[in-house]
């Protein structure tokens, strides 16, 4: 199997990631309990499952605190006391368990985005100043070796509580492992370019969109933003508008954005849940931002549900069983195009639209080159864009991935366009239009 560090390290070159010369598009999956909860069958399961569906980043957390049904723990892991004794000899058994995942995401050609904790044991004190750098060199001693890692400190924190240690860990790491880039994954509704954007451990920025609706902002929860940052509700794409404008430049993409099936707003579960549709949405609209790819996320996957962990954020299936959702197989549409499209060639373009923009819901977001532009319709509604040369046109469905054509559109016209309706499912479509001259496979 060709893996994807087989063309060149891993690298960073303006918005975009690159083997070498070659374009990386991110497709992540969220499975923050990968370690803690499957054992090897499962785990190879479901990366397997997550490779076929063109996944080739995994986010996972080394530290993470599971509660588990009584007579099921699967890697026993030592942690109630101190950091050392956390990467002490006692954890043995754990790190191999940890180095085999590791090695089978190698296998597949996979990428680890690794936490080395959750951000609540940096609030808590557990992972500190003092005991960060050992940590930091006993993760880089055991990790060093493997081309598949990337490091994301964090882990839904905000980059001021402990900043020092944080800071200081990014560019240990960032100096002392082997071509390795090095990110970080912040809290909900901010990103991590409002902390680190001028530090030069830095190679990308994340940003968590979250899991709130437009009219939720003031939910007097336990995550309450403050009111000192923007507040985009589900505007996602407005997070890689700002970071983009931001010196010095840097790929950014969405590290958690509404999970597939989880409340929205997160905590009451007599709220809707966010479906498919949802997270088609979220993906599409920062990618046509020029976000360097995107992270998917799923309520069960994220916290791997089921053989005796307890629920959390009412969640209804297993892990198992929500490995199919359709969410989950969506994603690889997106970075087909992208990739069909020659994406790092393309820009934001949504001056072709005029006044017909949208907001919220009926937001537009183009995207392209003067060879081939992509336009994303989340709520399926009639809009007028100007086309700027002779184009093939077709209507792709994001969640089919298919595409049906419908004629070709004259140079220089502002066109109405009316997607079809869909019997079934929700309405969103993708206009696809190319050069007449330069042809298309189907």
């Given at each position: ?6 063309q ?75 950091m ?31 936490l ?33 890692i ?44 409002y902390?680190?954007?001028?530090c ?12 709130r ?24 794409f ?87 959702h ?28 005029g ?10 977001r ?25 184009a ?8 089919s ?42």
């Open positions: 199997m060709n893996k994807p560090w087989s060149g390290v891993l690298c960073t070159k303006g918005r975009y990631f690159y083997h070498g010369d070659v374009p990386f598009f991110w497709l992540g999956d969220t499975a923050w309990r990968l370690f803690q909860c499957l054992n090897e069958e499962q785990t190879h399961r479901y990366l397997k499952n997550r490779k076929d569906k063109g996944y080739n980043v995994i986010q996972a957390v080394l530290l993470a605190s599971v509660k588990f049904m009584e007579g099921y723990e699967p890697c026993k892991i030592i942690h109630d006391d101190t050392e004794d956390f990467i002490s000899e006692k954890n043995e058994a754990y790190w191999q368990h940890v180095e085999m995942v590791v090695q089978m995401a190698a296998d597949m050609g996979i990428y680890l985005a690794l080395p904790t959750w951000g609540d044991f940096a609030k808590i004190n557990y992972l500190n100043n003092d005991n960060a750098p050992e940590y930091m060199a006993f993760l880089n001693k055991r990790f060093d070796k493997y081309p598949n990337i490091w994301l400190l964090g882990g839904d924190i905000r980059g001021d509580v402990n900043y020092e240690m944080y800071n200081a860990a990014g560019a240990y790491l960032k100096t002392q492992s082997t071509n390795k880039l090095v990110g970080f994954h912040p809290f909900g509704r901010t990103s991590s370019s902390w680190f954007n001028e030069a451990w830095l190679d990308f920025n994340q940003f968590q969109s979250g899991h609706r437009y009219d939720q902002r003031d939910m007097k929860a336990w995550d309450d933003k403050t009111n000192s940052e923007p507040w985009h509700g589900e505007d996602s407005k997070y890689v508008e700002n970071d983009l404008a931001k010196t010095p430049l840097r790929p950014v993409l969405d590290g958690e954005p509404s999970y597939e099936l989880i409340p929205q707003g997160l905590h009451d579960g007599t709220q809707p849940f966010w479906q498919a549709h949802h997270v088609r949405r979220y993906a599409w609209w920062p990618v046509l931002a020029g976000g360097a790819g995107h992270t998917y996320g799923d309520n069960a996957i994220m916290q791997m549900f089921g053989f005796g962990t307890k629920p959390a954020y009412s969640v209804e299936d297993t892990w198992d069983v929500a490995l199919h359709e969410g989950s197989g969506q994603m690889q549409f997106l970075m087909d195009l992208m990739l069909e499209m020659d994406y790092t060639q393309c820009e934001p373009v949504q001056s072709l639209l006044n017909d923009v949208g907001e919220k819901e009926e937001t537009i183009i995207f392209g080159s003067n060879q081939v532009l992509a336009a994303y319709n989340y709520s399926g509604r009639n809009f007028t864009m100007h086309v700027p040369m002779d093939d046109a077709w209507w792709f469905d994001p969640a991935g298919v595409r049906s054509y419908f004629g070709q559109i004259k140079q220089n016209t502002d066109h109405n366009f009316t997607p079809p309706r869909k019997r079934f499912g929700h309405n969103d479509w993708v206009l696809l239009l190319k050069r007449a001259d330069i042809g298309i496979k189907i």
